[in-house]
């Protein structure tokens, strides 16, 4: 994964809740809003999944000979719901060191970002296995949600690609 790519995801799912946002309290109706909302945190979720999983095939491909390279990359394509837990076990099969500071960062200065990353993740589950009739996921929660996705992905790409 190149950052060219990991910034076009961030443009992709920035739009999407722009526009969402600019739909909020106009002639679009609410439950289209709340439809489009939900479709975003799944997307958010889903995008965190697929660029984790890109970032650890690119830098096992980066550091490692070919027979190496093919269970990292079936590790990787069993990889779901990126909970902060399994982001953390994630990366410690590639940097313990990393994984350390990661889960020390989480309990102090980054917290929101883990639960936010939690949050999405549980929200995304909810609303695939509709687990509830409604779901709000408002577009507040949208910009939390992609604060902790583009933050986290921003700093494992400096670290295991830039």
């Not at 739009?15 to 489009?36: C, N």
């Not at 902060?84 to 076990?89: A, G, I, N, R």
Request: one cysteine or more.
């Amino acid at each position: 994964m190149k950052r060219q790519e990991l910034h076009a995801e961030f443009d992709r799912l920035s739009a999407q809740i722009k526009t969402i946002r600019d739909s909020v309290g106009g002639e679009t109706p609410d439950e289209l809003v709340s439809l489009s909302s939900q479709q975003v945190c799944v997307s958010i979720c889903g995008s965190l999944e697929q660029c984790l999983k890109k970032i650890f095939i690119e830098y096992a491909k980066q550091r490692s000979e070919s027979r190496i390279y093919r269970p990292i990359e079936k590790v990787c394509e069993n990889y779901q719901n990126p909970k902060s837990t399994k982001v953390l076990e994630l990366i410690g099969l590639f940097d313990k060191d990393y994984e350390r500071e990661l889960r020390e960062q989480w309990e102090t200065s980054h917290e929101i970002e883990k639960s936010h990353l939690d949050n999405l993740v549980d929200d995304r589950i909810t609303i695939a296995h509709r687990k509830k009739v409604h779901l709000d996921v408002s577009t507040g929660k949208l910009l939390n949600y992609f604060s902790a996705y583009k933050g986290i992905l921003e700093r494992v790409f400096n670290r295991f690609l830039a």
